[in-house]
């Protein structure tokens, strides 16, 4: 589960079967929504801090997917990025600092991508 900070104050929460949602959090209304977007169980997700860009992590098919918010799109948010193979289940993704540097990681491991 995320909460934006955007203009648009939407909360994710991703499932079992690997399907994000976004709720607005304003209209109380399901806004968006991506049918498997992970194969198997979405296990951590992270928005950046201010934009609508979102990362997802699953341990079931190790991938990071990084999402971001188009209007045009049928599903609202489309894929930028991708990491498929990840060494190990992804329990934890973040976002810090001004330039938002994603840490990811598992267990005590925690992975730096610039």
């Given at each position: 589960m995320a909460?934006?900070?955007?203009?648009?104050p939407l909360l994710a929460t991703g499932d079992q079967e690997g399907t994000i949602n976004f709720w607005n959090l304003n209209e109380k209304i399901l806004f968006a929504?991506?049918?498997?977007?992970h194969k198997g169980s979405v296990s951590s997700l992270n928005f950046m801090r201010n934009q609508l860009l979102l990362v997802s992590?699953?341990?079931?098919d190790?991938?990071?997917?990084?999402?971001?918010?188009?209007?045009?799109?049928?599903f609202k948010f489309t894929k930028l990025r991708q990491r498929v193979g990840v060494k190990s289940f992804i329990t934890k993704l973040r976002f810090?600092?001004?330039d938002?540097?994603?840490?990811?990681?598992?267990?005590?491991?925690?992975?730096?991508?610039?």
């Open positions: 909460f934006s900070e955007a203009d648009i929504s991506i049918k498997q977007a992590g699953s341990g079931q190790n991938s990071i997917f990084q999402w971001v918010f188009d209007d045009n799109s049928e810090y600092g001004e938002g540097t994603l840490y990811w990681g598992w267990g005590d491991i925690i992975i730096v991508e610039i």
